[in-house]
């Protein structure tokens, strides 16, 4: 049974930075898949943000944070991570791990069907 279990949330000032983990289980060694970081604020509609193949490493990022956060991932470990720096107010929201199966050469913000139960994620002063 496939498992995605985030961490790393909590709160932070503007300006500072914060890395969210997601362990992964239930893939086999051979599988191909796409991790993916989702984020939903209050009162919003869920927002892909980031994304990285287990393949190939590719990734790809929401324009409103691309340059300020890293997605990576240990394969020693089935960890994937969410470096968050230069973090807004507007950042403030519930962070979820989302897997899809996928062969594209290219990691795609869509379509993920399978899902963490999310951290929560606030900036403030």
């Known amino acids: 049974q496939l498992q995605l279990v985030e961490s790393g949330g909590g709160l932070v000032q503007p300006g500072g930075s914060l890395r969210l983990s997601c362990v992964v289980s239930?893939?086999?060694?051979?599988?191909?898949?796409?991790i993916g970081w989702y984020r939903q604020a209050p009162g919003k509609e869920r927002e892909g943000i980031s994304c990285i193949l287990n393949y190939n490493n590719n990734t790809a990022y929401a324009d409103s944070v691309k340059g300020r956060f890293t997605i990576s991932r240990d394969g020693t470990k089935n960890t994937v991570y969410l470096q968050m720096g230069s973090l807004k107010p507007d950042d403030t929201g519930v962070y979820y791990c989302?897997?899809?199966?996928?062969?594209?050469?290219?990691?795609?913000?869509?379509?993920?069907?399978?899902w963490g139960q999310g951290t929560q994620v606030t900036v403030s002063s």
């Open positions: 989302a897997a899809k199966r996928t062969q594209f050469r290219d990691c795609v913000i869509w379509n993920f069907q399978y």
């Open positions: 239930g893939f086999t060694t051979g599988d191909t898949y796409a």
